[in-house]
């Protein structure tokens, strides 16, 4: 008798601690930083408990990790389901890890029903995908879905090291993992994720399934000015760059996301040169990182950006120049997809709601290659990239439970 497959939550929440005692920090998070030694922990502890069960273990070139299990016709390309184990410096414990543990469980507990699906289905833990140590992030699935990779062996991370290096490094400690070629013909891709942000806790709903991700835009401006002593120049022969910059960021944190909800503008990193306490500054570089679900609405905030900061550093006889140092485009996921991961959370009787993402995962560049959709679970408060990210043990085993069903649908599909 073929037994029905079921998630064991237990085990899932077992596998949950263990990999977050991997790079654990004081503070209950995780400092497991893409190719570092923490990083290769993980990936170890992953491979090894895949080869326990008999299952396949590959990697490719941009020390992607795959675990395949057979399906019934070998020739049909596999079903992907996964996400990524690396963690922001400070990060939480499930932001990443939750998506890709969760797909190592769906497979167990297909093994541990015999069940067949048609196709393979295989586990991915995509490399990088944080970009915190090695930019820019996502580099497994982009390198995956056939970006140019040439320019990235000259890479030097945040620490200083090589990542030409750090991915030999990384891939040389895995010698049980077959190698493959970057990229492959996939049926599709299901990535199980945390929201990173309160909607889904706070209207009390389990499961957000995912139908976008917004694009994202980087911005870096520089404005410069003229460098000068704190105590004996007066405002008529300052050339502040300083306030040039408090004044574009006032401007453009009224004007753009309390007009557009959709719209997203952060000023995450600010550097004034010399930078000394007693001297105006030289110059003031800071970061804006611009989202938004529509393409053409992304083009006029940057546009905006562009106009407020050479205004206001006009307005100061200051000169600003700003460039563009990051363009993701969004991506809508394929309708059929989309279908597969809402049937399954109709078979659980799940309340849920479709959504769009704010923040990108690997899950968009595959989305360009392949059909592919995501399944979103609350994190408490919404906060990621955080030591004190959290998610209920209840929704982490039912965001696999939902997983678990929709591979088994899109694994079992006969239009493949």
Known sequence: MTLQPEIDGERLLRRLDAFARIGATPAG??????????????RRLLAELALERGFTVFQDGLANLFIRR?????ALPPLLIGSHLDSQPTGGR?????????????LEALEDAK???RMPVEVVAWTNEEGSRFAPGVMGSMAF???????????????????AEELDATIAALPEAAQRPI???????IELHIEQGPSLEKERMPIGVVTAVQGTRWLEVCIQGSAGHAGTTGLAYRRDPMVAAVAAMHRLQAAIMPLDADARLTVGRIAAQPGSINAIPQSVIFTVDLRHPQPERLDAIEAEVRQVCRAEAEARNCTAAIARSFDMPGAAFSPDMIDVVEEAVNSLRLPHKRMISGAFHDALFIARVAPAAMIFVPCRDGLSHNEAEYVEPAHAITGARVLLQAAIVAASAKNN
């Open 145 to 163: 879905a056939g970006a140019d990779t040439a320019a990235w062996k000259l890479i030097v991370g945040s620490d200083g090291a090589s990542l």
């Open 70 to 74: 057979e399906g019934s016709d070998a």
């Open 94 to 106: 499930f932001d990443g890890a939750l998506g890709t543990l969760s797909a190592f469980e769906a």
């Open 29 to 42: 998070g995780v400092n497991r930083q893409a190719l570092s030694v923490e990083d290769r922990s993980a």
């Open 183 to 189: 990229g492959m013909p996939i049926s599709g891709y």
């Open 115 to 117: 069940a067949q699906t």
